[in-house]
Each structure stands twice: as C-alpha cells, then as structure tokens.
C-alpha cells in the first residue's frame, strides 16, 4: 500500500489549495478515505473522510470551507480548502480507513 500527497503550499488567509492523494495498492473504490492533519506540537487531528458511496463527514473547524471528494478512475482522493485561516497550518495526510498506512504527508502554511 502507497498514498502519495500533493498539492500543498504558502498560501495567504483567505486562499485556497487544493490537495491530491494518490492510493495503490488497494481496491481503491472500496475504501473510505480520509485526511487527517498535524500542526506543530498537536496531536493529529482527523479533517474529513469520505466513504466508497460518496458520504462524507469533516471536522466542525473546517466545515463549510473544505470539500473531500475522489475520482476512483484515478485511484485520487481529493481536498479543496477555500477561506483559509492560519490555524489551518499543518502537515495533512490522507488516510485508508482500517489500514496503518501513512503518505510523507504534505505541508501547507497559511500566513496571515
């Protein structure tokens, strides 16, 4: 099992990014994914999932601002983060749910 994550960057308040997750290895329609994230000196926190029907559920922080969704011809699961704040600093991975699987992650930053 292989999750690559892209897509990350500087951004100032009020942008947008939007991050891509690469999965292998799995049957990737299958599976629910999620992204998690861990700014520096906090635990790691879940941000949003999505699962193989296409339900999703995130976190009340980043409600309203972040959209999770996948394309499974592309084994991708996919994280637009508009409005952004500094508080959304953190390193993000994605996730396979039930498995112990972790990308290198993807660091975005928010400056004010």
């Known amino acids: 099992v292989q999750l690559v994550e892209t897509g990350g960057g500087l951004v100032q308040a009020g942008g947008s990014l939007r991050l891509s997750c690469l999965a292998s290895?799995?049957?990737?329609?299958?599976?629910?994914m999620n992204w998690y994230r861990q700014a520096p000196g906090k635990q790691r926190e879940l941000v949003a999932m999505i699962d193989s029907s296409g339900n999703t559920n995130y976190a009340n922080s980043v409600k309203g601002r972040f959209t999770i969704s996948r394309d499974n011809a592309k084994n991708t699961v996919y994280l637009q983060m508009n409005s952004l704040k500094p508080e959304d600093t953190a390193v993000y991975y994605c996730?396979?749910?039930?498995?112990?699987?972790w990308g290198q992650g993807t660091q975005v930053t928010v400056s004010s």
């Open positions: 290895g799995v049957i990737f329609r299958l599976k629910t």
């Open positions: 996730k396979i749910d039930f498995l112990d699987y």
